[in-house]
């Protein structure tokens, strides 16, 4: 069996993620994300895709964070007309960041066009619109994990928890071609053991090829305890102070749902209960919207925290 993987983005950098997997004349493209960075970085999200949208029979998605989603519009604009395979909650974050995604790269363009205008250049037309990103959800398909499914002849996918964010994915692909079958397993962004909220990544048994992702491959974190003590001090601190407010920057997906779990947890024990509390994100508010709505996917701990506080 010939199997061809080709990496267009994330290989030797970050973002970007895109990668081609191609079997006979099945064509799945996995992630399809935006290239981010300096200005000559994200100017090459402008440039022609390295193979023709229209001949891809289905983009499986691992997660929803831009890096590894927001080129969809992009490629269905230029003519893919597949499916897009993703977990359900991807599919609800994918809805809330790719029409921000739309918003700000139209703005983006407003600003840049007003500049190039003053100097008599010709003018940018956005990456993508809203009419776009709209046009690109008609083509999502939701998956449950584990559960396999068909993508297309010869082709399964399954997917399974990987821990990062809500819906994240690891990808286990079977390709079949000429009698012969080999298991292709591609990571995504997998996530940290005993983090809360969300489960831990699951363990996949067998591969015959693996892709993975390694961006702290090389890194030693701190243990989530280390972080729960540092915030608890934080607020130790302000209660003795008397006074002060609190601000805490934090990712509109994924972070910031930890830390409202926190304050959840500790709400009595850390005094949260002295200040009001402001979420300062429309994007934030709505991504924890999806959260509730997949309250499922929590770990054991944290749905039966949900759980009470619907009672």
């Not at 981010?36 to 895709?49: I, L, M, T, W, Y």
């Not at 023709?52 to 989603?69: E, M, R, T, Y």
């Not at 979420?279 to 924890?288: G, K, N």
Request: hydrophobic share 40%; glycine share 8%.
């Amino acid at each position: 069996m010939t199997m061809q993987v080709e990496f267009f983005g994330a290989a030797g950098e970050v973002t970007g993620s895109c990668h081609l997997v191609q079997i006979g004349e099945a064509r799945i493209l996995l992630d399809c994300g935006l290239i981010q960075g300096s200005a000559k970085d994200e100017v090459r999200n402008r440039e022609p895709f390295p193979f023709d949208p229209q001949n891809i029979d289905a983009v499986i998605l691992s997660h929803a964070h831009i890096d590894h989603s927001a080129r969809i519009p992009l490629l269905v604009k230029r003519g893919f007309k597949g499916k897009v395979y993703a977990q359900q909650a991807s599919c609800d974050l994918c809805r809330t960041m790719l029409r921000d995604s739309a918003y700000l790269n139209e703005k983006e363009t407003e600003w840049q066009n007003r500049k190039r205008e003053r100097k008599g250049l010709s003018l940018l037309e956005p990456l993508y619109t809203q009419d776009d990103v709209e046009q690109a959800f008609d083509l999502f398909s939701p998956l449950e994990y584990g559960k396999k499914i068909e993508v297309i002849a010869g082709v399964t996918v399954r997917l399974s928890d990987a821990g990062h964010i809500l819906g994240s994915s690891i990808i286990e692909l079977w390709l079949q071609h000429h009698g012969v079958r080999r298991k292709l397993v591609y990571s995504g962004d997998l996530g940290r053991s005993g983090m809360p909220v969300l489960r831990d990544p699951k363990s996949i048994d067998e591969a015959d090829y693996v892709i993975m992702e390694s961006t702290y491959g090389d890194r030693l974190h701190r243990s989530w305890d280390e972080t729960r003590e540092e915030i608890r001090e934080v607020f130790n601190e302000a209660v003795q102070n008397g006074k002060g407010n609190i601000l805490i920057p934090a990712f509109a997906v994924g972070r910031t749902q930890e830390i409202l779990f926190l304050f959840a947890k500790y709400y009595k024990e850390w005094g949260v209960d002295r200040w009001k509390i402001f979420l300062d994100s429309p994007m934030a508010i709505e991504a924890t919207e999806a959260y509730a709505k997949n309250s499922r996917l929590f770990d054991s701990e944290s749905r039966v925290m949900w759980q009470q506080h619907q009672q």
